[in-house]
């Protein structure tokens, strides 16, 4: 009984944390990342052939498909969407085999053109105007059941790299160490931008899905091991350097 008590409790906890708002071809998900390892996952079912756009807001704030007004200062994230479910899920890729899965410390964050602002906003930091949010386009994307993975920036699915599955885990450079005592946490944003560490510390994303056709449904999902979803030498991309030159 009081297993079950502490079930319900942590799920009423976890709605709170993340607030999804629905349009008429769309969903809008507000929340926070637990730690900078954790992942927020989305099981899309499409219901027939669309083109659904991917757009986030949580770096540098604006206004969301719902209508609400979402701040900035939340992390730089890492977006990626995936065929299937579960481990054996499979990243997207384009015609040329590039995967649809990227953040700002990757080198395909502007080939081809991710970057999501507008119509989030790009905040300035060293002085210049910086974009850390994402817009990711899937035209013609077939009915069928899909993953959409959103992370820390810098922690990154290794999919990435391979065009492989969700099941190879993540490459995280948010300066976890476990191996010391006591272990160095990560954190959120580990990026110098513009010759200042990036200010934005905390956890907070905005996630829109838009273009979806009658039908179709949206179910956030349990992150891998975990009850509740919050709380947990590259060739062809390439990783950026931690300092970052001045973007718009």
Do not use: H
């Amino acid at each position: 009984m009081r297993k079950t008590l502490w079930i319900v409790w942590a799920l009423l906890v976890f709605a709170a944390i993340v607030a999804p708002m629905a349009e008429a071809d769309g969903v809008s998900f507000v929340g926070t990342l637990g730690t900078p390892e954790s992942t927020f996952d989305v099981v899309l079912d499409l219901s027939s052939t669309a083109t659904i756009m991917l757009q986030t807001y949580g770096f540098g704030g604006g206004t969301n498909q719902a209508g609400a007004t979402i701040a900035p200062g939340g992390t730089d994230p890492f977006l990626a969407i995936f065929a299937g479910t579960g481990g054996g899920a499979t990243i997207l890729t384009d015609g040329s085999g590039n995967a649809f899965g990227t953040s700002l410390d990757l080198t395909n964050y502007q080939n081809p053109n991710f970057g999501g602002c507008p119509p989030a906003g790009a905040p300035t930091i060293g002085g210049s105007a910086q974009c850390g949010d994402i817009t990711m386009t899937l035209s013609g994307l077939a009915a069928g059941t899909y993953t959409i993975v959103l992370s820390d920036g810098q922690n990154i699915a290794n999919a990435v790299f391979d065009n492989g599955t969700l099941g190879e885990g993540f490459f995280d450079l948010t300066g976890d160490d476990p191996s010391t005592l006591p272990p160095t946490p990560g954190v959120f944003c580990n990026l110098v931008i513009n010759g200042v560490a990036c200010p934005n510390s905390s956890g907070a994303f905005a996630l829109d899905i838009t273009g979806l056709p009658d039908g179709s449904t949206t179910m956030v999902a349990p992150e891998p091991g975990t009850v509740l979803l919050l709380g947990t030498g590259l060739v062809g991309l390439g990783l950026r350097k931690r300092s970052l030159s001045r973007r718009a």
